[in-house]
Structures are given as C-alpha cells and as structure tokens.
C-alpha cells in the first residue's frame, strides 16, 4: 500500500507505510496535493524550527509573487478569522499575538483550573460508568475539553452545545484537498463562531468576569478580530487533539492488554502513558509549511513556494529516536514525541491538554473495574486529523 490518505485502509493503519518512507523515500514528491512529505523525526524536527518556512507566506509575498493562485474570495470571511489568531500567521504578528495572549494564558492560570478539570472528568466518567458504558467519545472524550474550555473562555451553559460544530466545521478545512462542500460549511461556521465570539467579548468589556475572555478583553492591544480568532483558536486546538487522543489511546490499550494492566496496578504511570499514548497513535498525522527560501533536505532541493508536509506520526515512530517504537510502552521515559509540534508554533494548550488527559484517563481507571469493547471501531475519513468515530465499550463499576 503507498502513500494514500484518502484511502480507508491507510488511514486505519499508515505506520507500514511510514516504514516504507524512512527507509527509502525520507523525502518524497506527492503529486495529488503538489507537497514534499518529510518523514524522518529528525527532519521534521528541525524543519519545525527552521525559520525559512513557516505556517504562512503572506507576510513575505502576495500570492501571485510566490507563485500561488489567489485564494478563492468566497473563503475571505475564513481566513480573516483564521489569520487573526496566532497559528497560521508568522512573526512579528505571531510574536506579538503569542506574547499577549501568554498574559492571560499563564501556566499559574492552566494549573489552577487542575481541580475543576478532575471534576468534570469524575462527574461525565461516573454517569457513563453508572448506565454501564455506551460510546467514550461522544459521552467522556467530547465533552470533557469542551466544558473545560467553555468554563475557561466564560461560554454561557446554554450555548456550550454550538461549540463542537462549530469547531468540527472549521476543521474540516484543514484536511487535504478538502471538498467544496467543506470548504463553504467552514465559512459558514468561522463566520458564525467569530461574531458570536465578538457580542461576547462586547459583553464582557461592559460586564467583565472572572473568565479567559474578560481578561482579553482588558488587552488594550488585542483587537476585536483577533480576540475572536484566538479564542477560536483556542477551543479547535483546545479539544480536537484531546478528543482523538482519548479515543485513540483507549483503542490503543485494548490492542495492548498487558500495558493497560500495567497502567491499571501502577497510577504513577499516568504521565508517562499520556506521552506515550501521543506519540504511539498521534492525533496530528501531518503538518504542513511553505518553504519561504530554498532548503535542501537528504539532497533534495525543495524550492521557495513549496509546502512541506511533516508527518508527525511517522516521525513519532522513528527507529533512530524510539527504541522499539512500535512498542507500546506506559512507562516510556525517553520520549522526545512531536505531537504538540516545535519551535515557535508550540502547542499553547499543552499543558492543559496533558491535566485533562491524565484527569480523564485516571478518573476512568478509578471508577470503571472493567472496560470492554462491544465492537471494534472505525476511523473517521480524515487523516491528518485523525481519530475513531466512535468507541462503543461496556463499563462496570
């Protein structure tokens, strides 16, 4: 099987393929979406940090100087809200736009939502477990990052259940090749999200609370655009991963029985089985940048206006870094996985990210004495977010 991310089979099971490219292609040519896939941990690891690429281009070139078409002026509303935020934009924006939301976003702040998270997670992991278990992601994986971030932001109860479309919807843009379907469903839903998110924040600025966006708001430098952008920003990359990196890491304990048991006897190991349960089934398969001045890589030469697309789970299970890396292993201790990328676009959310996982998986191993697959379970189409539709288990308390 080569190289297929729009076929079901590679999308359940892309790591032979992966093999494949370390091995004999660590750079190669993708004609159907005219990108460089880059698979070595290596090379992915440094091009993260290379600053002659980066997220964007505009910042460098119009479209036409880079040798790109023009984007189509229907997805205009989307990319004004994407662009405000600070991922798909480089420095100086980006370096002032991190800075200024790292005021609001401090890790003092991350950690004290610690006990709210351990809340949330017991209360959704005890009605799950009480009625016997149903499906993990749409009663425990999905909700869980979205409270926490709805909670963070200051989203009012009632309006919590247009978050997970809206962000679903915006997502699907980020997908190879995606449909013109997606591609309008998405504009509908930035569109919708981003003046939401501005009454909002109005409201806030007239009647401040004890919220994330309350504290944005009082950023004098923080425009309106951009604090909705950020707090878009902030609940797609807040709950996406989080969300596919609880199913995926519950399907990853089924097919490795003896490493669950393992985690099961020895709750210490919980940290180090988050971070490996990243790297072993990443949610994040690929990162794309665009190369801003000509780079070589293994000899080939990927000239500026290329996009590079890093594959994060195949660098996550390189030989020359993970001993035995298609071994599960809880109690992993060297473990320099990407999955939160590197350099200047690090993962923001993290360390929230890593408290709700290590709060939802203890809080299932604490109240479920057993946990059994009712059916085995399918991926969603999307590769490079990747993730289960569903995990339909029986729970007994």
């Not at 939301?101 to 477990?129: H, N």
């Not at 590197?342 to 990210?353: R, Y």
Request: glycine share 6%; with cysteine.
């Amino acid at each position: 099987m080569l190289f297929d991310p729009w076929n079901p089979d590679f999308v359940a099971h892309p790591y032979r393929v992966y093999d494949e490219l370390r091995r004999e292609a660590p750079v190669s040519y993708f004609e159907p979406t005219g990108q460089w896939l880059i698979s070595r941990h290596a090379d992915v690891n440094a091009l993260l940090r290379d600053r002659r690429l980066g997220r964007s281009y505009l910042h460098v070139a119009t479209h036409e100087e880079f040798g790109r078409p023009p984007e189509p002026e229907f997805l205009e509303p989307f990319w004004r809200v994407i662009r405000a935020g600070m991922l798909d934009v480089e420095p100086p924006v980006h370096t002032r736009l991190r800075r200024l939301v790292s005021k609001a976003f401090t890790p003092r702040m991350v950690e004290s939502l610690r006990p709210q998270v351990r809340a949330i997670a017991a209360g959704l992991v005890d009605a799950y477990v009480d009625k016997g278990g149903g499906d993990l992601i749409a009663e425990v994986a999905e909700p869980l990052p979205v409270t926490v971030i709805a909670a963070m932001l200051g989203i009012p109860e009632q309006d919590r259940h247009l978050l997970r479309p809206w962000s679903a919807d915006i997502c699907g843009m980020y997908e190879l090749n995606p449909t013109p379907d997606a591609q309008h469903t998405a504009v509908r839903a930035a569109t919708e999200f981003s003046a939401y998110l501005k009454s909002l924040a109005r409201d806030r600025r007239a009647n401040p609370g004890d919220d994330l966006i309350s504290a944005l708001t009082r950023i004098d430098e923080l425009t309106e655009e951009e604090l909705a952008g950020t707090c878009v920003l902030l609940l797609n990359a807040g709950h996406e991963a989080t969300v596919n990196v609880t199913g995926n890491g519950w399907w990853a304990l089924f097919r490795n029985p003896g490493e669950l048991e393992r985690l099961r006897a020895d709750r210490s190991l919980l940290p180090t089985a988050v971070e490996e349960l990243m790297r072993w089934d990443t949610p994040l398969q690929m990162f794309e940048r665009w190369v801003l001045e000509d780079i070589e890589v293994h000899g080939v030469e990927i000239p500026r206006g290329s996009e590079v697309a890093l594959l994060f789970g195949s660098a996550n299970r390189d030989p020359a870094v993970f001993e035995d890396p298609d071994r599960l292993d809880v109690g992993r201790a060297d473990n320099p996985h990407i999955s939160f990328g590197a350099g200047i676009h690090f993962c923001l959310g993290a360390p929230l990210a890593r408290i709700e996982l290590i709060e939802s998986f203890g809080a299932l191993l604490d109240r479920a004495a057993k946990l059994e697959l009712r059916q085995q379970p399918a991926w969603k189409p999307g590769y490079v977010i990747r993730g289960l539709r569903s995990l339909d288990l029986t729970a007994t308390a």
